[in-house]
């Protein structure tokens, strides 16, 4: 077994982290604030990524060794 396996965000607690900022995002557009707006909606996009990209990479990782 594997010990130093490391804890992967699952696919749905990412999803749903990743929905909140973009909803956060929308209020804050909504508010006039478009800056923050825009911080919010990359950071939701990018935490809704991030199961996707831990898989492609272990994958990509698994290839080279």
């Known amino acids: ?3 130093q396996k490391r ?3 699952s696919w749905r607690a990412a999803l749903g982290i ?4 973009i909803l956060v995002g929308l209020f804050f557009l909504s508010n006039g604030t478009t ?3 825009v911080i919010f909606v990359i ?3 990018i935490t809704a990524l991030v199961p996707w990209v831990q898989k492609w990479w ?3 990782s698994a290839v080279k060794h």
């Open 35 to 37: 800056t923050a707006a």
């Open 1 to 3: 077994m594997n010990t």
């Open 18 to 21: 990743g929905v909140l900022y």
């Open 58 to 60: 272990t994958a990509r």
């Open 7 to 9: 804890r992967q965000l």
């Open 43 to 45: 950071l939701g996009v």
